[in-house]
């Protein structure tokens, strides 16, 4: 049987389903690399100050060394009686070096530790979130190349509004991931504040150095307040937060290719690689990455929720139940990740179906718009304009036919104001190019649009 650490004044065991119930390093065990690091900085600092001598310091940090390249190897067992991987790592660590590995926790508390690997852990996560989201934005703009010169519909309330070029698309898909990459970069700077030393939640009378550790780790500050930081999951929470928005984001596009690749749609194909098919109808290939990356974001939606609920009505300081943040911290992040990586290899290899696009392009009035604003820029008041169009779309329905296709004769008839050059409005090509307005989806702005993402894309590399 394992000794607890902290069983000095119990003098009975715990129970079976306590130590079942109670236990953590079925999912922490992943912080171990994290744990190691602390440890280490923890003891060189220890050393510092003369509460270890630099032999003891040595002695611990190869010893963790040893120990971590074993968990790494997976020649390590672990088991529920030792609760965490901080208490793992420790008692192996003093099996192996007797007083000294009994030493290590000189000043500091699991508490700390705890929040410390986290903190270690989430840096990382950061980082790593921050790269995909930039390859998901890199897939987006490498192929605008290839999509240069198609148009598109635009819609709202997913009826037909307005066209625009289908780089447009790409790249506002672009700016969603960059403000996400900005919420990342953000929650990384509010996060990256050490709390080691901060031990159960008062401090320590020991004369430990905690701007020595933040510095060993890379922590920009240390953190100003014990109990905070004993009852702190803010880093956390804002992190979840910041990829549920990400999980919005990825299923608002999953959810609009899913439509796209519809029969009805028909505007995107999908490669063999990236679709699945049906046990029972042969002629199926189905989106079922795209739908499970829709799906998976409930999961994330929800991790965060999970951190709300469990963290609201915690009194300060630590409280066991922020053990049980980890589960939808490590839950959401391995989604996310997943679904950023699955994303930037659909967006590549996905093609548009550009003959069926443009085949039903003049379909909706997708130009009712810009003669509107012709009308305008005659001289006619934008509500006035607005009912005429309404009236000759509703004339053109009647005959079976485009805006394009009006006689000048009807068109005038409806407002004296038009003149021939209304044909050079109508039609979708014509109304597209007629978009000019800064941050339109007209091919020029988009160019320019196109010309500062290619920049980003390319200082990026
Ligand atoms: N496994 C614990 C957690 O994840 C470590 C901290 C335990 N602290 C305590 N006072 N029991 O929160």
């Known amino acids: 049987m394992a000794q607890k650490a902290w069983g000095g004044r119990f003098t009975g065991g715990t129970d079976r389903l306590v130590e079942q119930f109670t236990e953590s390093i079925s999912f922490d065990a992943r912080l ?7 440890s280490q900085a923890h003891a060189t600092m220890l050393a510092e100050i003369g509460l270890i001598t630099s032999e003891e ?6 010893t963790l060394d040893e120990i971590l390249q074993e968990i790494e190897r997976g020649e390590f067992e672990f088991c529920i009686e030792l609760e965490d991987i901080h208490m793992h790592i420790e008692q192996e660590l003093t099996k192996r070096t007797g007083d000294v590995g009994r030493k290590l926790h000189t000043g500091r508390s699991r508490n700390d530790q705890v929040a410390t690997d986290v903190k270690l852990f989430l840096r990382d996560a950061i980082d790593h979130i921050i790269k995909l989201l930039g390859d998901v934005q890199t897939a987006f703009v490498e192929r605008c190349e290839q999509d240069l010169d198609v148009v598109l519909p635009a819609f709202t309330h997913l009826q037909r509004a307005q066209p625009v070029m289908a780089v447009h698309y790409w790249l506002a898909w672009c700016e969603k991931f960059e403000r996400d990459r900005l919420r990342m970069l953000d929650c990384r700077t509010r996060a990256n504040v050490s ?5 159960a939640l008062a401090g320590t009378s020991l004369p430990i150095d905690r701007a020595r550790t933040a510095e060993l780790l890379g922590f920009d500050a240390v953190s100003p307040n014990s109990l905070d930081v004993s009852s702190d999951r803010d880093f956390l929470i804002e992190f979840v937060s910041d990829l549920a928005i990400i999980a919005v984001h990825l299923s608002n596009w999953a959810e609009e290719w899913i439509i796209w690749f519809t029969t009805e749609f028909n505007f995107l194909k999908l490669t063999d690689a990236y679709t699945t098919g049906s046990s029972i109808m042969p002629q199926k290939r189905n989106p079922d990455v795209l739908e499970l990356i829709r799906g998976k974001s409930a999961r994330v939606i929800a991790a965060n929720q999970h951190l709300l609920a469990l963290t609201k009505g915690l009194p300060m300081a630590y409280n066991r139940d922020l053990q049980e943040d980890k589960i939808p911290l490590f839950d959401a992040y391995d989604t996310i990740a997943a679904c950023l990586e699955l994303a930037a290899a659909i967006i590549e ?3 548009l179906n550009r003959e069926q696009i443009e085949s039903r392009l003049e379909e909706g009035f997708l130009d009712a718009t810009t003669l509107m604003e012709y009308l305008i820029k005659k001289g006619v008041p934008m509500r006035t304009g607005h009912s005429t169009v309404g009236a000759l779309v509703s004339l053109c329905e009647q005959k079976k036919c485009r805006l394009a296709d009006l006689s000048l004769e009807d068109l005038q008839q409806a407002c004296e104001q038009i003149g021939e050059d209304v044909y050079d409005c109508l039609g979708v090509q014509n109304a597209v190019r007629a978009l000019v307005s800064t941050g339109s989806g007209g091919p020029k702005p988009v160019a320019e649009q196109l010309g500062r993402w290619q920049k980003i894309i390319g200082s990026r590399k």
């Open 349 to 351: 290899t996905a093609t």
């Open 57 to 62: 310091k040595e002695t611990i940090c190869t």
């Open 195 to 199: 709390p080691l030393g901060c031990a």
């Open 32 to 38: 171990a690399p994290y744990d190691v690091k602390g």
